[in-house]
């Protein structure tokens, strides 16, 4: 019941920050940013109202660790069932700490990060991010086997258009 949770808040003063507030869940803390001239009072307040709004928004989405394990599985599934236990990963998670890749796998630990940029992006782009690292835990590198795996999900091709396209706006460049 990870919404019961209370979480660590670090607050964040910004002298180019006027009148906007903003918030973002780091792993187990909730970084919120206000204008540095804001009172204690109102930060008391505005930590209050971005708590209740990231929280709101978590649930909307729905996209939890324990959904994108569920997620995994159905994947699995769909497209890499005849490898059995072979693309079965050994933990996938929401991280954010990974600012130069969508997602990350370590085969040898079985391993599966996926980047919190993504956790508002459609359903259809995660689905292939997530298969993309599923992928890696049958064939570790970019190779033409690989591409045929993740080929058989439908979308890949638009979803890595996708990913392009938002990497592109953005002015960063993304590893797979
Ligand atoms: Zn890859």
């Not at 994947?75 to 996938?92: F, K, M, N």
């Not at 998670?93 to 990060?113: E, F, H, K, L, Y």
Request: aromatic residues 6%.
């Amino acid at each position: 019941m990870a919404g019961l949770r209370k979480p660590v808040v670090e607050v964040r003063r910004s002298q180019r920050r006027r009148r906007t507030v903003s918030a973002y869940r780091d792993g187990e803390r909730v970084v919120v940013l206000i204008p540095d001239q804001f009172s204690r009072a109102e930060e008391s307040e505005w930590v209050d109202r971005m708590l209740a709004r990231l929280a709101a928004r978590e649930e909307r989405l729905g996209r939890s660790d324990e959904e994108l394990l569920l997620r995994s599985r159905r994947l699995i599934d769909r497209y890499l069932s005849e490898h059995g236990r072979a693309a079965i990963p050994a933990s996938v998670r929401w991280v954010t700490n990974q600012n130069g890749r969508w997602g990350s796998c370590t085969p040898a630990d079985r391993t599966i990060r996926i980047s919190h940029r993504i956790q508002e992006m459609p359903d259809w782009v995660i689905d292939y991010v997530v298969l993309h690292e599923l992928a890696h835990l049958v064939v570790p590198s970019h190779n033409a086997r690989f591409w045929a795996l993740v080929g058989r999900y439908p979308k890949t091709e638009r979803a890595r258009g996708y990913l392009e396209g938002v990497a592109a706006a953005a002015g960063i460049v993304l590893a797979d």
